[in-house]
Protein backbone atom coordinates (compact mmCIF):
# COMPACT_ATOMS: atom_id res chain seq x y z
CA UNK A 1 0.00 0.00 0.00
CA UNK A 2 2.65 2.32 0.99
CA UNK A 3 4.16 1.52 -2.18
CA UNK A 4 1.32 2.06 -4.39
CA UNK A 5 0.76 5.71 -2.58
CA UNK A 6 4.94 6.61 -3.01
CA UNK A 7 4.22 5.39 -7.15
CA UNK A 8 0.84 8.00 -7.17
CA UNK A 9 2.45 10.64 -5.57
CA UNK A 10 5.78 10.27 -7.39
CA UNK A 11 3.14 10.54 -10.32
CA UNK A 12 1.50 13.30 -9.55
CA UNK A 13 4.65 15.75 -8.50
CA UNK A 14 6.20 14.85 -12.35
CA UNK A 15 2.37 15.88 -13.77
CA UNK A 16 2.87 18.95 -12.00
CA UNK A 17 6.52 19.53 -12.77
CA UNK A 18 6.07 18.84 -16.16
CA UNK A 19 2.74 21.73 -16.13
CA UNK A 20 5.01 24.30 -14.41
CA UNK A 21 7.91 23.45 -17.07
CA UNK A 22 5.49 24.35 -19.96
CA UNK A 23 4.35 27.40 -19.21
CA UNK A 24 7.99 28.84 -17.21
CA UNK A 25 10.78 29.41 -19.65
CA UNK A 26 13.89 28.58 -17.37
CA UNK A 27 17.34 29.29 -18.75
CA UNK A 28 18.79 26.79 -21.11
CA UNK A 29 22.55 27.35 -19.93
CA UNK A 30 22.85 25.71 -16.38
CA UNK A 31 23.85 28.52 -13.93
CA UNK A 32 27.60 27.80 -13.35
CA UNK A 33 28.61 27.04 -16.90
CA UNK A 34 31.58 28.64 -18.31
CA UNK A 35 30.63 31.70 -20.05
CA UNK A 36 29.87 32.14 -23.40
CA UNK A 37 28.04 34.96 -25.46
CA UNK A 38 26.00 35.98 -28.53
CA UNK A 39 26.11 39.03 -30.19
CA UNK A 40 23.20 39.97 -31.86
CA UNK A 41 22.78 43.01 -34.04
CA UNK A 42 19.84 44.40 -35.10
CA UNK A 43 19.76 46.28 -38.91
CA UNK A 44 17.01 48.09 -39.48
CA UNK A 45 15.42 50.52 -42.31
CA UNK A 46 17.60 54.05 -42.82
CA UNK A 47 15.59 57.02 -41.77
CA UNK A 48 17.53 60.02 -43.35
CA UNK A 49 18.62 62.59 -41.89
CA UNK A 50 19.02 60.88 -39.07
CA UNK A 51 20.77 58.12 -41.24
CA UNK A 52 22.40 57.98 -44.51
CA UNK A 53 20.81 56.00 -46.92
CA UNK A 54 23.44 53.91 -47.50
CA UNK A 55 24.86 53.60 -43.93
CA UNK A 56 23.73 50.22 -42.93
CA UNK A 57 25.05 48.36 -45.86
CA UNK A 58 28.33 50.31 -45.52
CA UNK A 59 28.30 49.65 -41.76
CA UNK A 60 27.39 45.51 -42.25
CA UNK A 61 30.63 45.20 -44.56
CA UNK A 62 32.99 47.15 -42.23
CA UNK A 63 31.72 44.92 -39.27
CA UNK A 64 32.05 41.42 -41.18
CA UNK A 65 35.23 42.35 -42.48
CA UNK A 66 37.06 44.36 -39.74
CA UNK A 67 35.91 43.29 -36.46
CA UNK A 68 37.82 40.00 -34.94
CA UNK A 69 36.39 37.06 -34.16
CA UNK A 70 36.10 36.56 -30.19
CA UNK A 71 36.73 33.16 -28.62
CA UNK A 72 33.41 31.77 -26.91
CA UNK A 73 31.18 34.07 -28.78
CA UNK A 74 29.02 33.30 -31.88
CA UNK A 75 27.35 36.04 -33.68
CA UNK A 76 24.09 37.07 -35.38
CA UNK A 77 22.04 39.49 -36.97
CA UNK A 78 18.30 40.41 -37.23
CA UNK A 79 16.93 42.28 -40.61
CA UNK A 80 14.36 44.53 -38.85
CA UNK A 81 11.60 44.75 -41.14
CA UNK A 82 13.65 45.79 -44.22
CA UNK A 83 11.32 48.03 -46.55
CA UNK A 84 13.81 47.26 -50.11
CA UNK A 85 13.47 43.60 -50.48
CA UNK A 86 16.91 43.74 -53.09
CA UNK A 87 18.63 45.62 -50.15
CA UNK A 88 17.14 42.79 -47.50
CA UNK A 89 18.70 39.81 -49.99
CA UNK A 90 22.16 41.36 -50.13
CA UNK A 91 22.47 41.85 -46.27
CA UNK A 92 21.56 38.41 -46.20
CA UNK A 93 24.12 37.08 -48.89
CA UNK A 94 26.71 39.52 -47.03
CA UNK A 95 26.51 37.76 -43.59
CA UNK A 96 25.79 34.28 -44.89
CA UNK A 97 28.95 34.40 -46.68
CA UNK A 98 30.64 35.21 -43.36
CA UNK A 99 29.64 32.25 -41.64
CA UNK A 100 26.88 34.37 -39.43
CA UNK A 101 23.56 33.48 -38.56
CA UNK A 102 20.86 35.65 -40.46
CA UNK A 103 17.32 36.14 -38.66
CA UNK A 104 14.53 38.40 -40.75
CA UNK A 105 11.73 39.94 -39.22
CA UNK A 106 9.84 40.58 -42.57
CA UNK A 107 8.01 44.02 -42.90
CA UNK A 108 4.31 43.24 -42.15
CA UNK A 109 2.87 45.25 -44.80
CA UNK A 110 -0.88 44.37 -44.03
CA UNK A 111 -0.34 45.07 -40.29
CA UNK A 112 1.02 48.56 -41.63
CA UNK A 113 -1.46 49.95 -43.98
CA UNK A 114 -4.30 49.27 -41.36
CA UNK A 115 -2.65 52.04 -39.15
CA UNK A 116 -3.80 55.64 -39.13
CA UNK A 117 -2.27 59.09 -38.24
CA UNK A 118 -4.32 59.95 -35.16
CA UNK A 119 -4.01 63.09 -33.14
CA UNK A 120 -6.54 62.05 -30.90
CA UNK A 121 -5.62 61.64 -26.89
CA UNK A 122 -3.71 65.14 -27.70
CA UNK A 123 -4.69 68.25 -25.85
CA UNK A 124 -7.65 70.03 -27.42
CA UNK A 125 -5.08 72.75 -28.43
CA UNK A 126 -2.85 70.99 -30.15
CA UNK A 127 -5.76 67.73 -31.72
CA UNK A 128 -7.63 70.72 -32.87
CA UNK A 129 -4.63 72.52 -34.63
CA UNK A 130 -3.75 69.95 -37.49
CA UNK A 131 -5.60 70.27 -40.56
CA UNK A 132 -4.96 67.95 -43.15
CA UNK A 133 -2.10 69.90 -45.33
CA UNK A 134 -0.29 70.67 -42.00
CA UNK A 135 4.00 70.04 -42.41
CA UNK A 136 4.90 67.87 -39.88
CA UNK A 137 8.73 69.54 -40.33
CA UNK A 138 7.83 72.56 -39.40
CA UNK A 139 5.29 71.86 -36.34
CA UNK A 140 7.55 73.08 -33.41
CA UNK A 141 5.93 70.11 -30.70
CA UNK A 142 8.06 67.05 -31.73
CA UNK A 143 6.53 65.34 -29.05
CA UNK A 144 2.96 65.62 -30.74
CA UNK A 145 4.53 64.46 -34.17
CA UNK A 146 5.61 61.66 -32.51
CA UNK A 147 2.26 60.87 -30.81
CA UNK A 148 0.34 61.70 -34.21
CA UNK A 149 2.50 58.92 -36.33
CA UNK A 150 3.17 56.27 -33.31
CA UNK A 151 0.87 53.89 -34.85
CA UNK A 152 2.73 53.60 -38.19
CA UNK A 153 5.73 54.29 -36.76
CA UNK A 154 5.52 51.17 -34.46
CA UNK A 155 4.02 48.82 -36.84
CA UNK A 156 7.09 49.88 -39.22
CA UNK A 157 9.82 50.20 -36.68
CA UNK A 158 9.09 47.60 -33.40
CA UNK A 159 13.20 47.96 -32.24
CA UNK A 160 12.25 46.57 -28.78
CA UNK A 161 10.28 43.71 -30.72
CA UNK A 162 13.76 42.90 -32.49
CA UNK A 163 15.88 43.28 -29.50
CA UNK A 164 13.25 40.76 -27.48
CA UNK A 165 13.67 38.32 -29.96
CA UNK A 166 17.36 38.34 -29.79
CA UNK A 167 17.16 37.77 -26.11
CA UNK A 168 14.81 34.63 -26.64
CA UNK A 169 16.82 33.29 -29.14
CA UNK A 170 20.39 34.06 -27.48
CA UNK A 171 19.49 32.56 -24.40
CA UNK A 172 18.81 28.90 -25.97
CA UNK A 173 22.66 28.47 -26.30
CA UNK A 174 24.43 31.06 -24.61
CA UNK A 175 25.02 32.36 -20.96
CA UNK A 176 24.76 36.25 -21.98
CA UNK A 177 23.00 37.78 -24.71
CA UNK A 178 23.71 41.32 -26.17
CA UNK A 179 21.24 42.60 -28.44
CA UNK A 180 22.78 45.18 -30.34
CA UNK A 181 22.05 48.26 -32.69
CA UNK A 182 23.10 47.53 -36.09
CA UNK A 183 26.41 49.73 -36.60
CA UNK A 184 27.68 48.67 -32.75
CA UNK A 185 31.14 47.55 -33.11
CA UNK A 186 33.93 45.97 -30.49
CA UNK A 187 37.44 46.12 -30.80
CA UNK A 188 39.31 43.02 -29.51
CA UNK A 189 40.01 45.17 -26.21
CA UNK A 190 37.19 46.54 -25.23
CA UNK A 191 36.24 43.19 -25.86
CA UNK A 192 38.55 41.45 -23.62
CA UNK A 193 37.74 43.90 -21.23
CA UNK A 194 33.96 43.29 -21.21
CA UNK A 195 34.53 39.75 -20.79
CA UNK A 196 36.88 39.91 -17.97
CA UNK A 197 34.48 42.19 -15.72
CA UNK A 198 31.63 39.87 -16.17
CA UNK A 199 33.71 37.02 -15.25
CA UNK A 200 34.41 38.46 -12.17
CA UNK A 201 30.80 39.48 -11.16
CA UNK A 202 28.46 36.32 -10.36
CA UNK A 203 25.59 38.74 -9.13
CA UNK A 204 24.92 40.45 -12.10
CA UNK A 205 21.65 39.95 -14.41
CA UNK A 206 22.56 43.50 -16.99
CA UNK A 207 25.84 44.60 -18.20
CA UNK A 208 25.91 48.37 -19.41
CA UNK A 209 27.87 48.95 -22.24
CA UNK A 210 29.15 52.28 -22.43
CA UNK A 211 29.26 53.69 -26.11
CA UNK A 212 30.76 56.62 -28.31
CA UNK A 213 29.65 57.60 -31.70
CA UNK A 214 32.28 57.76 -34.33
CA UNK A 215 32.57 60.48 -36.96
CA UNK A 216 34.81 58.23 -39.28
CA UNK A 217 35.12 54.41 -39.27
CA UNK A 218 38.38 55.15 -40.20
CA UNK A 219 40.90 56.00 -37.25
CA UNK A 220 38.12 55.84 -35.29
CA UNK A 221 37.45 59.58 -35.27
CA UNK A 222 35.17 60.10 -32.60
CA UNK A 223 31.95 62.55 -33.24
CA UNK A 224 32.69 66.16 -31.86
CA UNK A 225 30.86 67.65 -28.79
CA UNK A 226 29.95 65.19 -25.83
CA UNK A 227 25.99 64.67 -25.29
CA UNK A 228 24.52 61.62 -23.21
CA UNK A 229 24.31 58.91 -25.06
CA UNK A 230 22.49 55.67 -23.71
CA UNK A 231 24.72 51.79 -23.52
CA UNK A 232 24.56 49.04 -25.33
CA UNK A 233 22.91 46.20 -22.86
CA UNK A 234 23.85 42.61 -22.47
CA UNK A 235 21.52 40.32 -20.35
CA UNK A 236 22.05 37.22 -18.36
CA UNK A 237 20.05 33.98 -19.62
CA UNK A 238 18.49 34.47 -16.76
CA UNK A 239 17.76 37.97 -16.88
CA UNK A 240 13.62 38.25 -15.96
CA UNK A 241 13.17 41.94 -17.69
CA UNK A 242 12.67 42.56 -21.02
CA UNK A 243 12.28 45.65 -23.06
CA UNK A 244 8.13 47.12 -23.80
CA UNK A 245 7.36 46.71 -26.89
CA UNK A 246 4.71 49.87 -27.00
CA UNK A 247 7.29 52.00 -27.33
CA UNK A 248 8.22 53.43 -30.36
CA UNK A 249 11.38 54.78 -32.25
CA UNK A 250 12.87 57.67 -30.38
CA UNK A 251 10.25 57.71 -27.80
CA UNK A 252 12.34 56.07 -24.74
CA UNK A 253 11.87 52.75 -26.00
CA UNK A 254 16.01 51.62 -24.63
CA UNK A 255 16.05 54.65 -21.77
CA UNK A 256 12.45 53.17 -20.37
CA UNK A 257 14.69 49.95 -19.63
CA UNK A 258 17.41 52.02 -18.11
CA UNK A 259 15.05 53.75 -16.08
CA UNK A 260 13.11 50.76 -14.91
CA UNK A 261 16.64 48.80 -13.59
CA UNK A 262 17.69 52.08 -11.95
CA UNK A 263 20.70 52.42 -14.01
CA UNK A 264 22.23 56.46 -13.03
CA UNK A 265 22.18 58.95 -15.94
CA UNK A 266 20.17 61.37 -17.52
CA UNK A 267 17.59 59.60 -19.10
CA UNK A 268 16.10 59.96 -15.78
CA UNK A 269 14.77 63.07 -16.91
CA UNK A 270 13.68 62.42 -19.66
CA UNK A 271 10.00 62.41 -19.66
CA UNK A 272 7.22 61.03 -21.90
CA UNK A 273 4.71 63.69 -23.08
CA UNK A 274 1.80 64.31 -20.61
CA UNK A 275 -0.70 62.42 -23.11
CA UNK A 276 1.54 59.59 -23.34
CA UNK A 277 0.97 57.99 -20.29
CA UNK A 278 0.30 54.01 -19.90
CA UNK A 279 0.56 51.47 -17.14
CA UNK A 280 4.54 51.13 -16.57
CA UNK A 281 6.30 48.08 -16.03
CA UNK A 282 7.80 46.94 -13.05
CA UNK A 283 11.21 45.93 -12.92
CA UNK A 284 11.61 42.08 -11.74
CA UNK A 285 15.62 42.30 -10.98
CA UNK A 286 16.28 46.16 -10.32
CA UNK A 287 19.83 47.47 -9.60
CA UNK A 288 21.68 43.98 -10.65
CA UNK A 289 23.38 45.61 -13.06
CA UNK A 290 27.10 46.69 -13.72
CA UNK A 291 29.10 48.81 -16.80
CA UNK A 292 31.43 46.56 -18.46
CA UNK A 293 33.84 47.14 -21.80
CA UNK A 294 33.14 49.68 -24.27
CA UNK A 295 31.54 50.04 -28.14
CA UNK A 296 31.47 52.43 -30.70
CA UNK A 297 28.38 53.69 -32.83
CA UNK A 298 29.52 53.48 -36.46
CA UNK A 299 29.86 56.50 -38.15
CA UNK A 300 25.37 57.25 -39.59
CA UNK A 301 26.32 59.66 -42.41
CA UNK A 302 24.49 61.68 -41.06
CA UNK A 303 24.97 65.95 -41.07
CA UNK A 304 27.63 66.69 -38.49
CA UNK A 305 24.84 69.10 -36.94
CA UNK A 306 22.44 66.18 -36.73
CA UNK A 307 24.87 63.98 -35.00
CA UNK A 308 26.76 66.32 -32.67
CA UNK A 309 23.67 67.86 -31.17
CA UNK A 310 21.19 66.26 -29.21
CA UNK A 311 18.05 67.83 -30.10
CA UNK A 312 18.57 67.65 -33.85
CA UNK A 313 19.40 64.01 -33.23
CA UNK A 314 15.87 63.78 -31.74
CA UNK A 315 14.20 66.09 -34.33
CA UNK A 316 16.17 63.91 -36.93
CA UNK A 317 14.02 60.67 -35.91
CA UNK A 318 10.91 61.70 -35.98
CA UNK A 319 11.40 63.91 -39.44
CA UNK A 320 12.91 60.26 -40.96
CA UNK A 321 10.08 58.74 -39.61
CA UNK A 322 7.82 60.80 -41.29
CA UNK A 323 9.46 60.50 -44.52
CA UNK A 324 9.70 57.05 -43.84
CA UNK A 325 6.03 56.64 -43.90
CA UNK A 326 5.13 59.09 -46.89
CA UNK A 327 7.24 56.99 -48.95
CA UNK A 328 5.80 53.85 -47.92
CA UNK A 329 2.26 54.99 -48.10
CA UNK A 330 2.99 56.55 -51.53
CA UNK A 331 4.57 53.57 -53.14
CA UNK A 332 1.76 51.29 -51.84
CA UNK A 333 -1.19 53.38 -53.20
CA UNK A 334 0.43 53.52 -56.50
CA UNK A 335 0.78 49.65 -56.67
CA UNK A 336 -2.91 49.00 -55.65
CA UNK A 337 -4.47 51.97 -58.38
CA UNK A 338 -2.16 51.92 -61.47
CA UNK A 339 -4.34 53.13 -64.11
CA UNK A 340 -4.42 49.22 -65.78
CA UNK A 341 -5.72 47.91 -62.62
CA UNK A 342 -9.01 49.78 -62.14
CA UNK A 343 -10.77 49.24 -65.00
CA UNK A 344 -14.45 47.70 -65.04
CA UNK A 345 -15.50 45.75 -67.44
CA UNK A 346 -18.84 47.57 -67.53
CA UNK A 347 -20.83 50.73 -66.69
CA UNK A 348 -23.61 51.13 -65.08
CA UNK A 349 -26.81 53.53 -65.80
CA UNK A 350 -25.14 55.10 -62.85
CA UNK A 351 -21.69 55.17 -63.61
CA UNK A 352 -22.54 56.45 -67.42
CA UNK A 353 -24.51 59.82 -66.58
CA UNK A 354 -22.10 59.97 -63.93
CA UNK A 355 -19.66 59.99 -66.18
CA UNK A 356 -20.91 62.33 -68.26
CA UNK A 357 -21.63 64.86 -65.79
CA UNK A 358 -17.62 64.76 -65.01
CA UNK A 359 -16.69 65.16 -68.16
CA UNK A 360 -19.14 68.47 -68.60
CA UNK A 361 -17.51 69.89 -65.37
CA UNK A 362 -13.41 69.54 -66.21
CA UNK A 363 -14.39 70.67 -70.02
CA UNK A 364 -15.82 74.26 -68.20
CA UNK A 365 -14.37 73.87 -64.76
CA UNK A 366 -13.61 77.48 -64.74
CA UNK A 367 -17.02 78.54 -65.64
CA UNK A 368 -18.81 76.29 -63.12
CA UNK A 369 -16.52 77.29 -60.28
CA UNK A 370 -17.31 81.37 -60.80
CA UNK A 371 -21.10 80.38 -60.84
CA UNK A 372 -21.21 78.27 -58.23
CA UNK A 373 -18.23 77.75 -56.12
CA UNK A 374 -16.45 74.46 -55.15
CA UNK A 375 -19.88 73.27 -54.55
CA UNK A 376 -20.74 73.10 -58.08
CA UNK A 377 -17.80 70.58 -57.84
CA UNK A 378 -18.77 68.08 -55.75
CA UNK A 379 -19.60 65.96 -58.63
CA UNK A 380 -16.14 65.11 -59.35
CA UNK A 381 -15.49 62.60 -56.25
CA UNK A 382 -16.47 59.81 -58.63
CA UNK A 383 -13.56 60.14 -60.90
CA UNK A 384 -11.35 57.07 -59.72
CA UNK A 385 -14.33 55.39 -59.48
CA UNK A 386 -15.03 55.45 -63.18
CA UNK A 387 -11.37 56.11 -64.50
CA UNK A 388 -11.32 52.79 -65.98
CA UNK A 389 -13.76 53.47 -68.68
CA UNK A 390 -13.11 54.61 -71.98
CA UNK A 391 -16.08 56.92 -71.80
CA UNK A 392 -13.43 59.44 -69.96
CA UNK A 393 -11.08 60.72 -72.61
CA UNK A 394 -7.70 61.58 -72.00
CA UNK A 395 -7.92 65.55 -71.86
CA UNK A 396 -9.78 65.26 -69.38
CA UNK A 397 -7.13 64.29 -66.94
CA UNK A 398 -5.11 67.04 -68.12
CA UNK A 399 -8.00 69.29 -67.22
CA UNK A 400 -8.38 67.41 -63.99
CA UNK A 401 -4.52 67.84 -63.22
CA UNK A 402 -5.25 71.91 -63.51
CA UNK A 403 -8.05 71.93 -61.15
CA UNK A 404 -6.13 70.32 -59.05
CA UNK A 405 -3.42 72.49 -59.53
CA UNK A 406 -5.73 75.41 -58.30
CA UNK A 407 -7.56 74.17 -55.67
CA UNK A 408 -3.60 73.47 -54.29
CA UNK A 409 -2.23 76.97 -55.16
CA UNK A 410 -4.93 79.29 -54.56
CA UNK A 411 -5.90 81.51 -51.83
CA UNK A 412 -9.33 80.21 -52.38
CA UNK A 413 -7.94 76.90 -52.50
CA UNK A 414 -6.62 76.68 -49.36
CA UNK A 415 -8.59 78.46 -47.43
CA UNK A 416 -11.48 76.02 -48.23
CA UNK A 417 -8.68 73.41 -46.99
CA UNK A 418 -8.17 74.93 -44.47
CA UNK A 419 -11.71 75.34 -43.37
CA UNK A 420 -12.81 73.11 -40.51
CA UNK A 421 -16.70 72.60 -41.71
CA UNK A 422 -18.27 70.64 -44.22
CA UNK A 423 -17.08 72.97 -46.67
CA UNK A 424 -13.11 71.84 -45.84
CA UNK A 425 -14.40 67.88 -46.17
CA UNK A 426 -15.23 68.31 -49.47
CA UNK A 427 -12.38 70.18 -50.79
CA UNK A 428 -10.43 67.34 -48.91
CA UNK A 429 -12.39 64.67 -50.79
CA UNK A 430 -11.96 66.73 -54.43
CA UNK A 431 -9.00 66.78 -54.00
CA UNK A 432 -8.39 63.53 -53.02
CA UNK A 433 -10.31 62.37 -56.12
CA UNK A 434 -8.43 64.60 -58.10
CA UNK A 435 -5.24 63.53 -56.92
CA UNK A 436 -6.32 59.42 -57.96
CA UNK A 437 -7.52 60.14 -61.13
CA UNK A 438 -4.48 61.90 -62.12
CA UNK A 439 -2.02 59.63 -60.30
CA UNK A 440 -0.87 62.24 -58.25
CA UNK A 441 0.18 59.54 -55.47
CA UNK A 442 2.60 61.39 -53.31
CA UNK A 443 -0.39 64.00 -52.85
CA UNK A 444 -2.85 61.30 -52.84
CA UNK A 445 -1.34 59.52 -50.25
CA UNK A 446 -1.06 62.58 -47.58
CA UNK A 447 -4.59 63.24 -48.08
CA UNK A 448 -6.06 59.82 -47.16
CA UNK A 449 -3.35 59.57 -44.16
CA UNK A 450 -4.28 63.45 -42.65
CA UNK A 451 -8.48 62.58 -43.20
CA UNK A 452 -8.29 61.48 -39.54
CA UNK A 453 -6.45 64.42 -38.13
CA UNK A 454 -9.39 66.51 -39.85
CA UNK A 455 -11.81 64.50 -38.36
CA UNK A 456 -10.45 64.66 -35.12
CA UNK A 457 -10.04 68.54 -35.32
CA UNK A 458 -14.01 68.73 -36.07
CA UNK A 459 -14.54 66.38 -33.17
CA UNK A 460 -12.68 69.32 -31.18
CA UNK A 461 -14.29 72.23 -32.55
CA UNK A 462 -17.70 70.52 -32.19
CA UNK A 463 -16.86 70.00 -28.65
CA UNK A 464 -15.45 73.48 -27.96
CA UNK A 465 -19.10 74.85 -28.32
CA UNK A 466 -18.67 75.57 -32.07
CA UNK A 467 -21.68 72.98 -33.12
CA UNK A 468 -23.07 73.64 -36.27
CA UNK A 469 -26.46 73.38 -38.00
CA UNK A 470 -28.47 70.37 -39.04
CA UNK A 471 -28.09 70.96 -42.31
CA UNK A 472 -24.08 71.95 -42.05
CA UNK A 473 -23.92 68.09 -40.14
CA UNK A 474 -25.51 66.49 -42.70
CA UNK A 475 -23.42 67.69 -45.38
CA UNK A 476 -20.39 66.63 -43.37
CA UNK A 477 -21.94 63.07 -42.59
CA UNK A 478 -22.52 63.26 -46.32
CA UNK A 479 -18.90 63.96 -46.79
CA UNK A 480 -17.52 61.52 -44.54
CA UNK A 481 -19.48 58.77 -45.93
CA UNK A 482 -18.28 59.29 -49.61
CA UNK A 483 -14.78 60.02 -48.12
CA UNK A 484 -14.73 56.27 -46.16
CA UNK A 485 -15.94 54.89 -49.14
CA UNK A 486 -13.13 56.39 -51.46
CA UNK A 487 -10.85 55.84 -48.87
CA UNK A 488 -11.43 52.11 -48.80
CA UNK A 489 -11.72 51.72 -52.47
CA UNK A 490 -8.00 53.17 -52.23
CA UNK A 491 -6.45 50.69 -50.08
CA UNK A 492 -7.11 53.00 -46.60
CA UNK A 493 -10.19 51.94 -44.74
CA UNK A 494 -11.25 54.53 -42.65
CA UNK A 495 -14.04 53.04 -42.12
CA UNK A 496 -12.01 51.43 -39.19
CA UNK A 497 -10.79 54.53 -37.93
CA UNK A 498 -11.74 55.34 -34.11
CA UNK A 499 -9.76 57.87 -31.99
CA UNK A 500 -8.90 57.67 -28.27
CA UNK A 501 -11.95 59.52 -26.96
CA UNK A 502 -14.05 57.15 -29.52
CA UNK A 503 -14.37 59.82 -32.31
CA UNK A 504 -14.71 57.72 -35.40
CA UNK A 505 -17.83 58.54 -38.76
CA UNK A 506 -19.91 56.41 -36.68
CA UNK A 507 -19.93 58.33 -34.03
CA UNK A 508 -20.22 61.32 -36.27
CA UNK A 509 -23.45 59.79 -37.50
CA UNK A 510 -24.45 58.42 -34.65
CA UNK A 511 -24.45 62.35 -32.97
CA UNK A 512 -26.74 63.36 -35.72
CA UNK A 513 -28.98 60.61 -34.90
CA UNK A 514 -29.20 61.48 -31.28
CA UNK A 515 -29.69 65.41 -31.11
CA UNK A 516 -31.10 65.70 -34.91
CA UNK A 517 -34.58 64.93 -33.41
CA UNK A 518 -34.40 67.84 -31.37
CA UNK A 519 -34.00 70.72 -33.72
CA UNK A 520 -36.51 72.66 -36.10
CA UNK A 521 -35.85 71.07 -39.44
CA UNK A 522 -36.22 67.50 -38.05
CA UNK A 523 -39.60 67.82 -36.67
CA UNK A 524 -40.85 69.09 -39.48
CA UNK A 525 -39.92 66.01 -41.35
CA UNK A 526 -39.04 63.86 -39.31
CA UNK A 527 -39.42 61.05 -41.70
CA UNK A 528 -37.26 62.84 -44.56
CA UNK A 529 -33.84 62.78 -41.53
CA UNK A 530 -34.74 58.82 -40.55
CA UNK A 531 -34.54 57.98 -43.56
CA UNK A 532 -31.68 59.50 -44.98
CA UNK A 533 -29.69 58.78 -41.66
CA UNK A 534 -30.80 55.02 -42.15
CA UNK A 535 -29.64 55.41 -46.24
CA UNK A 536 -26.30 56.75 -45.35
CA UNK A 537 -25.79 54.71 -42.44
CA UNK A 538 -25.96 51.85 -44.89
CA UNK A 539 -24.07 53.45 -47.32
CA UNK A 540 -21.06 53.52 -45.07
CA UNK A 541 -21.14 49.82 -44.07
CA UNK A 542 -21.01 49.27 -48.23
CA UNK A 543 -24.36 48.23 -47.88
CA UNK A 544 -27.04 48.76 -50.90
CA UNK A 545 -29.32 51.98 -49.50
CA UNK A 546 -32.69 51.58 -49.08
CA UNK A 547 -35.39 54.00 -51.65
CA UNK A 548 -35.39 57.77 -51.00
CA UNK A 549 -38.66 59.53 -51.00
CA UNK A 550 -37.90 61.63 -53.89
CA UNK A 551 -38.72 64.76 -51.85
CA UNK A 552 -35.95 63.68 -49.58
CA UNK A 553 -33.19 63.49 -52.00
CA UNK A 554 -31.87 66.89 -51.13
CA UNK A 555 -30.60 65.50 -47.87
CA UNK A 556 -28.55 62.73 -49.67
CA UNK A 557 -24.61 63.42 -51.60
CA UNK A 558 -24.38 64.08 -55.35
CA UNK A 559 -24.42 60.77 -57.30
CA UNK A 560 -24.96 58.62 -53.89
CA UNK A 561 -26.35 55.85 -55.92
CA UNK A 562 -23.52 54.80 -57.86
CA UNK A 563 -21.58 53.52 -54.77
CA UNK A 564 -24.35 51.29 -53.89
CA UNK A 565 -24.99 49.83 -57.90
CA UNK A 566 -20.74 49.53 -58.09
CA UNK A 567 -20.32 48.11 -54.22
CA UNK A 568 -16.97 50.22 -54.09
Known amino acids: MDALLYRVSAALFLSIFCRILETVSLPCVPPGSPLNFAIYRILGNALPPRHDAESALHNLRYILEREAAFPGCTKHWILNGLIDPELSDECRKLIEAAGQECHVLPFDEEGYRAQFLDASGLPADLSGNYPPDFNPVLIRSRLAIEWIYRHKSLAAININRARNLALALGRKHARWTIPLDGGCFFTADDWQDFTRTLGADTEALYALIPMLRLESNEDFVEVPGAYPIEPQI ?40 DWDSFEPLIAEAPGRFISAGRAYRLET ?268
Not at 240 to 266: C, S, T
Not at 351 to 373: F, P, V
Not at 398 to 420: F, I, N, W, Y
Open 234 to 273: AFRDDAPDRFDERLRYGNRNKAEFLVRIAAPGPWHTWKAA
Open 301 to 568: GAAQQVESHERQRHAARFEGVVAMTHKLDSQALQLRLARNSVTTPAASQAELESLARCETLLNDWQRQYSDGGWQALRPLWVLPMISGHEGVPNHCIARAGALLGVMESSKEGHAASLAMSAEGTWMHLLKLSLALYTAQWPLASRLLNYAPLRLMAQHTRNASGQVASLGERISQANAWVILARLSAFAGVDLRCYEGVQGVSIPALLAEIGRTGPDTPEWQVQPEHYQCWLAAISTLFRGEAAPVIPSDAMHLMPVAWSLLSETGH
